[in-house]
């Protein structure tokens, strides 16, 4: 059973941006912190950015924190991830995941993931 749901994925000149959305239900984004991950072929699943639920404050891999912006709007029960500047090497597939921990980076500490969408950036 699929409880999150990523999209806005898809094929974006060098430079041009693109927004994911990450959603689900609302039991499944009620206290939990949401965070975004992505996956390049050679590579290992890395941390991009998160968000907590009770001020929603995003925080970032540090590779990452110029161009992309994560927030959340908990009404939609939705999170999203704002990406500018893109670049070659930001090609991934883009996961969300959920964390019971406030501030998460790794991936055992997140326990539902979404099936991901993929991000293709030309050069």
């Known amino acids: 059973q699929v409880q999150l749901v990523e999209s806005g994925g898809g094929l974006v000149q060098a430079g041009g941006s693109l927004r994911l959305s990450c959603a689900g239900s609302e039991r499944t984004f009620r206290t939990y912190t949401i965070g975004w991950f992505r996956q390049a072929p050679g590579k290992e699943r890395e941390f991009v950015a998160g968000v907590t639920w009770g001020l929603s404050i995003p925080y970032y891999s540090d590779s990452m924190k110029d161009r992309f912006t994560i927030t959340r709007d908990n009404a939609k029960n939705t999170v999203y991830l704002q990406m500018n500047g893109l670049k070659a090497e930001d090609t991934a597939v883009y996961y969300c995941?959920?964390?019971?921990?406030?501030?998460?980076?790794?991936?055992?500490?997140?326990?539902?993931w979404g099936q991901g969408t993929q991000v293709t950036v030309s050069s």
């Open positions: 995941a959920r964390s019971r921990s406030t501030r998460a980076r790794a991936t055992p500490e997140y326990d539902i």
